[in-house]
T-cell receptor, first 109, second 116 residues
Framework: KNEVEQSPQNLTAQEGEFITINCSYS?????LHWLQQHPGGGIVSLFM???GKKKHGRLIATINIQEKHSSLHITASHPRDSAVYIC???????????FGTGTRLQVFP | GAGVSQTPSNKVTEKGKYVELRCDPI?????LYWYRQSLGQGPEFLIY????????DSGLPNDRFFAVRPEGSVSTLKIQRTERGDSAVYLC??????????????FGPGTRLTVL
């Protein structure tokens, strides 16, 4: 069992739909990172959060420390949102990011 | 300012050859990380540097892999006697530091290595 798990692994949506990607972790972390990776592209940081909620444009990230769970939401999804979304927790014990395996999102027009 | 850059963007080599992958971190970032990402997987930690020294190289898969950062800025990941299983995207990231509270890591575009 991975220390950081994401669901779903694959997600398809119609343009305009509300998207939720979930991330659960089983280890102690001090911060959680949501990343976006386009095919053939590098990784772009979306959010870094250690508590509560953050919003940037159509993207919202939440984290519940007690439940060891984070969600990434995309409102009014668009085909350009199609990418792999990765969550990664920072372990203060090891000073390392622990990555989930990613969620592949495809948004169709 | 410039982000993290990596060269080359793509490298095709033959089994048994030696390769070097380069990473230019964001200016002023003292921490530098190397990751490897296989198809359909999340990045896998290889090594990180704080300044010139390797703070943790526990992710290097074997002694064919080595990384240096002689002046505390640019880093080179070196792979000897490449094997087909080394084919992956090699990612570099940098952050202001790594100790204490997490500092956000900024990722480069990666180098796609293909070993034939």
């Amino acid at each position: 069992k991975n220390e950081v798990e994401q669901s779903p692994q694959n997600l398809t949506a119609q343009e305009g739909e509300f998207i939720t990607i979930n991330c659960s972790y089983s280890v102690g972390i001090s911060a959680l990172h949501w990343l976006q990776q386009h095919p053939g592209g590098g990784i772009v940081s979306l959010f870094m959060l250690s508590s509560g909620k953050k919003k940037h444009g159509r993207l919202i990230a939440t984290i519940n420390i007690q439940e060891k769970h984070s969600s990434l939401h995309i409102t009014a999804s668009h085909p350009r949102d199609s990418a792999v979304y990765i969550c990664a927790g920072f372990s203060p014990n090891t000073d390392k990011l622990i990555f989930g395996t990613g969620t592949r999102l495809q948004v169709f027009p | 300012g410039a982000g993290v850059s990596q060269t080359p963007s793509n490298k095709v080599t033959e089994k048994g050859k030696y390769v070097e992958l380069r990473c230019d971190p964001i200016s002023g970032h003292t921490a530098l990380y190397w990751y490897r990402q296989s198809l359909g997987q999340g990045p896998e930690f290889l090594i990180y540097f704080q300044g010139t020294g390797a703070a943790d190289d526990s992710g290097l898969p074997n002694d064919r892999f080595f990384a240096v950062r002689p002046e505390g800025s640019v880093s080179t990941l070196k792979i000897q006697r490449t094997e087909r299983g080394d084919s992956a995207v090699y990612l570099c990231a940098s952050s202001l530091s790594f100790r204490g509270d997490y500092n956000e890591q900024f990722f480069g575009p990666g180098t796609r290595l293909t070993v034939l």
